[in-house]
């Protein structure tokens, strides 16, 4: 499975971006997607998963939990992330992650898209 990601770029602060990422190769062996940010000096956190498996249920950290909100198109090849109401701490490299079922750890990782929310 490929994952890459888009939509990244500059904003000021209260603005919105939406971040998307294309699946692409054996996208049915996998049963959930997620985003990750990792900040300057920070480690990297999980923001948002969207279950891909035909549940469609969503989580997401109180970080951006009614800031951010997760989606994907009915073929499960692309997900999205629509992110309201940015805060100069949501800068960080955005990365898409794809899970297999059974696994421990996320399997597949796009290259990241940067977020600079200017305040």
């Known amino acids: 499975v490929q994952l890459v990601e888009s939509g990244g770029g500059l904003v000021q602060a209260g603005g919105s971006l939406r971040l998307s990422c294309a699946a692409s190769g054996s996208i049915d062996s996998i049963n959930a997607m997620g985003w990750y940010r990792q900040a300057p000096g920070k480690e990297r956190e999980q923001i948002a998963i969207?279950?891909?498996?035909?549940?469609?249920?969503?989580w997401y950290s109180g970080s951006v939990k009614g800031r951010f909100t997760m989606s994907r198109d009915n073929g499960k090849s692309t997900i999205y992330l629509q992110m309201n109401s940015l805060r100069s701490e949501d800068t960080a490299v955005y990365y898409c992650?794809?899970?297999?079922?059974?696994?421990?750890?996320?399997?597949?990782w796009g290259p990241g898209t940067q977020v600079t929310v200017s305040s």
């Open positions: 992650a794809a899970h297999r079922p059974g696994h421990q750890e996320w399997d597949y």
């Open positions: 969207i279950m891909v498996d035909g549940s469609s249920g969503t």
